[in-house]
């Protein structure tokens, strides 16, 4: 049986996405809002360090992309 990805390893594979021009974000997205309802979590924490657009029009933007498929995210202080 193959085990489904934690929220870690979704969360990591969306910064991947990102860096390489967003390319798979939706599936990526998807994985994650599975992984979240698996782990019982609300909400994805991303670093903004981490982040291709780390400025507030690039986090504001990727918050409401994410909204808009379900996932609702947040940002840990750096």
Do not use: C, W
Not at 12 to 27: G, H, P, T
């Amino acid at each position: 049986m193959v085990s489904e990805p934690t929220v870690a390893d979704a969360t990591n594979r969306i910064y991947e996405s990102l860096q390489a021009d967003n390319a798979d974000l939706d599936a990526h997205i998807a994985t994650l809002k599975a992984a979240l309802a698996r782990e019982g979590l609300k909400e994805a924490v991303f670093d903004p360090a981490r982040l291709a657009q780390n400025n507030r029009s690039g986090r504001k933007l990727m918050q409401a992309y994410f909204r808009q498929r379900g996932v609702t995210v947040k940002y840990s202080a750096s």
